[in-house]
């Protein structure tokens, strides 16, 4: 599946790693060594409040439309799967990589991935101001990355696969990490950007 799954982004144009050699045999796959920093590192930096640049966030976001579009689905989004190169947005990890699968939870796995980063409420420190400040400097990073994220998306591939992710079964496998605020922040960007774009 990961062979197949870079054969068929390269065909679609997106950068991912080149298989350098197969052995069947010992299941072993060789792959180049590829240069540049996950995505999960900006998205760090802007939840922490320590930058507000989305640019890569939202070049992942069009490389995912181009691939919906052409009934491709990557299967595995989060953040740590994806290098910022020195010529952009390359794909690692494609062993989940289908055709026709289930687009809608590559929308939300991102969103709610990117959510995990910030901290869960503390009820030892509500009511802390630094507590407080850090939290809303969490969210308003959080919302940042997630409105940036599907207004991308929506430009490159509609708003048909953001309603198809609101659905809540998306967001349960991540209830045990994710905060009330954090929950509500990507509902929010979700429910906004399923609107059809005015254009």
């Known amino acids: 599946r990961e062979v197949d799954g870079v054969r068929r982004v390269r065909e679609l144009g997106i950068k991912t790693h080149r298989i350098v050699g197969i052995a069947l045999d010992d299941r072993t796959l060789v792959s180049e060594y590829v240069e540049g ?35 491709l689905v990557y299967g595995d989004t989060k953040p740590q799967n994806v290098l910022v190169g020195k010529d952009g947005i390359e794909l690692l990890d494609l062993e989940q990589t289908v055709e026709n699968g289930d687009a809608a939870w590559d929308l939300a796995e991102f969103l709610y991935f990117s959510a995990t980063h910030l901290e869960k409420e503390d009820d030892d420190k509500k009511g802390d101001k630094k507590g407080d400040k850090d939290q809303s400097q969490q969210e308003a990073g959080a919302k940042l990355i997630a409105e940036s994220f599907l207004a991308s998306y929506r430009n490159e591939n509609g708003s048909e696969l953001i309603e198809k992710a609101k659905n809540k079964r998306y967001m349960s496998p991540f209830l045990p990490v994710l905060s009330r605020k954090m929950i509500r922040v990507v509902r929010d960007a979700l429910e906004t950007y399923s609107l059809p774009s005015e254009t």
Do not use: C, Q, W
Request: no cysteine; aromatic share 6%; glycine share 12%.
């Open 37 to 71: 920093l996950p995505l999960s590192n900006f998205v760090e930096k802007i939840i922490k409040g320590e930058g507000t640049d989305t640019s890569n966030i939202e070049e992942y976001a069009r490389v995912l439309g181009k691939m919906h579009k052409a009934g």
